[in-house]
């Protein structure tokens, strides 16, 4: 019995000898107000180079006073863990030795409670003063370098795993509060909340590549700040390894905003100048911002008192439709912003969205309108309106192929037919710098687009410019000269001879005044609208209904499409316009009210027509319209030539009433 308690007490003095002598910067501490150790190691002491009874009084904590004071809260915050309930807790925090050199250590602590219910703490410190000096270097470069460096995994919602501060000043995350919410602590869970709705898509893509490919993509975004506003930052995407092997996405962005505004509003200004020799107003939709911007407008009226004023971009889209829009068409504007608030606008290349529509004026009549929407780029977009003078006048203007008196009034006429493609640019002495086109346009000129927007940058001579393009550098002065142009050039994708028609502002006495120049396609009778180029199949046995390349036609407007459906069902006879007025208004007399509706409804049919590139398929003759068979392949003229004797299986022109007569003769017919 002697020599078993003789080997306890050697066991226990050797744990001790242990705990003082070879355990790095060992104490045990009363985790109960007011904390204080209630051991300090030898160990610990030749670490701070202080003897014993400098670091351990009991009742008080005179190693707090060795801590560096701005660590201070660190260490107390780990004592406060660890007394509440936390069974083990670390902190990185300095401390000062009797010599005035400073240490960086790592504390670990871990809690036990023993048999009198006291709560025990023990600390074992280690040195990490070289590990923080040579990071130190890394930390000052990632603090000081305006990049942010952000690190996510490679999820469906990527989770943020390491954010630098330079990424969270650009993101504007507050200082988290007591009490208040920590916005830090929920976006991390999703880096999409960093990013607008109109930029989630192409980011998906972009991460899509870098993960599927391996490759480094790098680009400008528009980020969405913690305080609501947007950011535009530029920079890099790459995958490489992270925590416990797995791959993790990183980047590296600098903020690029106010270059950014800056040369977007220098770019919205020049093609402001441009198209306002071509409609009467002009509004700026800010996706960046949510905003719209009246910017231009050539006739005072009410709107001139917001020129130049941001308003949130739905509610005022909406507000102006309700008030300005006539009740007829409001549903089709609707339908147009939806596209584009949606951003499916964006998907379209470049390509001008037209639609027409009428204006409520203050006299109680309606004024009809023309509009387009033109991409800028993925945060800019411009909606450019312009009067039409009457119906029956515009409807002869657009018959005679751009005949009006007046440069600037062919320059607005021709917009109409901006269906697949245009291009604008400043001619400035014998100098040219381009200003916008779209893709297929780029084309012609013999650039890619890469060149295009490169030389949107500078300017260049006038004969380099053409020379690429085919056309004779005599012709293109000639347009300089006369202010319009047409030039034929042949289109490899389509196999086709196609022709661009050139329009030029007003020359000036001054040799040196910018001018500007916009083109568009325009396709020559009887040759996009070719049957032989593209197929056009019409079904009236069962529901009505247009297909071009079997894709069929998305009429904007019920009456239009049923104005053709009536000049199907007269089989290549001429509609007077009293005539078609008794079919689509059964109940309403012929006066000038129907006949001014009826007109719309045709200008509808032949912009639909022309959209498709199919308007040869329809004749207008002193206001009859009459459709031209040979130039269609419809079932109900194929059965009634007896081309295909069994199209018909007792249904015809299911949508319209009127049909009955007809359906009546087939059915005699099939009987």
């Known amino acids: 019995m002697l020599y078993a308690a003789d080997a306890v007490d050697f066991q226990l003095e050797n744990q001790r000898e242990i705990l003082d002598k070879h355990i790095g910067g060992y104490r045990q501490y009363k985790l109960q107000e007011p904390f204080c150790p209630t051991f300090i190691s030898r160990n610990l002491c030749d670490m701070l180079g202080y003897a014993r009874e400098e670091l351990f009084c009991e009742g008080t904590d005179l190693y707090a006073a060795v801590v560096y004071p701005a660590d201070r809260p660190v260490y107390e915050s780990l004592l406060v863990r660890l007394s509440s309930g936390e069974r083990a807790g670390t902190a990185d925090y300095r401390i000062v030795r009797k010599d005035g050199s400073v240490l960086y250590v790592r504390d670990s602590m871990t809690a036990e409670r023993w048999e009198d219910g006291t709560l025990v703490g023990h600390s074992v410190l280690t040195d990490i003063t070289q590990i923080k000096t040579e990071s130190e270097g890394l930390r000052f470069l990632n603090e000081t370098v305006p990049c942010g460096i952000v690190r996510y995994t490679c999820e469906k919602n990527p989770k943020i795993t390491y954010i630098n501060e330079q990424m969270l000043k650009m993101m504007r995350f507050p200082k988290a509060k007591e009490g208040e919410i920590d916005y830090w602590e929920l976006y991390k869970d999703n880096i999409y909340l960093m990013i607008p709705m109109e930029e989630r898509r192409r980011f998906s893509r972009c991460l899509a590549k870098v993960g599927g490919e391996g490759e480094t993509v790098s680009g400008e975004l528009s980020v969405l700040r913690c305080d609501g506003t947007k950011a535009r930052l530029y920079g890099w995407v790459t995958r490489g390894p992270g925590p416990q092997g797995k791959g993790e996405y990183q980047s590296v962005c600098i903020d690029v905003t106010e270059r950014y505004l800056t040369k977007r509003m220098s770019q919205t200004d020049q093609y ?289 499409k049923e104005l053709l459906a009536l000049l199907v069902d007269r089989r290549g006879g001429y509609v007077s316009s009293e005539e078609a007025i008794g079919f689509l208004w059964e109940n309403e007399a012929v006066n000038s009210v129907t006949l001014s509706r009826y007109r719309k409804e045709a200008l509808r049919l032949k912009n639909t027509l022309e959209e498709y590139g199919i308007s040869s398929i329809m004749e207008s003759v002193d206001g009859k319209r009459r459709i031209i068979p040979e130039r269609v392949q419809c079932d109900l003229f194929d059965y009634l030539s007896g081309k295909n004797t069994s199209a018909f299986k007792g249904s015809y022109l299911t949508n319209y009433s009127w049909a009955e007569k007809t359906l009546g003769e087939l059915l005699n017919k099939h009987e």
């Not at 130049?308 to 504007?333: C, F, K, L, N, Q």
């Not at 949107?456 to 142009?485: H, P, W």
């Not at 196609?498 to 396709?523: E, W």
């Not at 180029?533 to 009429?555: E, H, L, S």
């Open 272 to 560: 402001v100048k441009v198209l306002g020799n071509v409609y009467d107003k002009i509004f700026e939709y800010d996706f960046i911002n949510q905003t719209v911007r009246y910017v231009y407008g050539s006739h005072s009226d009410a709107l001139g008192r917001i020129q130049d004023i941001p308003m949130e971009m739905e509610e005022a889209t909406a507000r102006w439709i309700e008030r300005s829009v006539s009740s007829d068409d409001r549903g089709a504007v609707k339908n147009f912003f939806r596209h584009i608030l949606d951003q499916q606008a964006y998907e379209n290349a470049g390509r001008p969205a037209p639609i027409e529509y009428r204006v409520q004026t203050k006299t109680g009549g309606t004024q009809a309108y023309s509009s387009i929407f033109l991409k800028i780029d993925t945060g800019i977009g411009l909606f450019c309106c312009r009067r039409i003078q009457n119906e029956r006048e515009a409807d002869s203007l657009r018959s005679e192929n751009l005949s009006l008196k007046g440069l600037n009034e062919n320059m607005r006429e021709m917009v109409r037919h901006f269906t697949d493609g245009v291009a604008a640019f400043e001619v400035k002495g014998n100098d040219v710098t381009p200003l916008y086109a779209s893709d297929n346009l780029c084309g012609f000129f013999g650039f890619e687009r890469d060149e295009w927007l490169s030389m949107m940058q500078k300017s260049t001579s006038i004969r380099e410019f053409v020379s690429r393009c085919g056309v004779d550098y005599e012709k293109f002065m000639d347009l300089l000269e006369n202010g319009e142009a047409s030039f034929a050039y042949f289109d490899v994708g389509t196999g086709t001879e196609r022709q661009v028609k050139a329009i030029c502002s007003k020359k000036s006495s001054d040799a040196f005044a910018s001018r500007y120049v916009m083109l568009y396609h325009l396709d020559p009778v009887g040759k996009a609208a070719n049957p032989s180029q593209k197929k056009i199949v019409i079904r009236t046995f069962g529901y009505f209904d247009v297909f071009v390349n079997d894709n069929p036609i998305a009429f904007r407007n019920k009456k239009a």
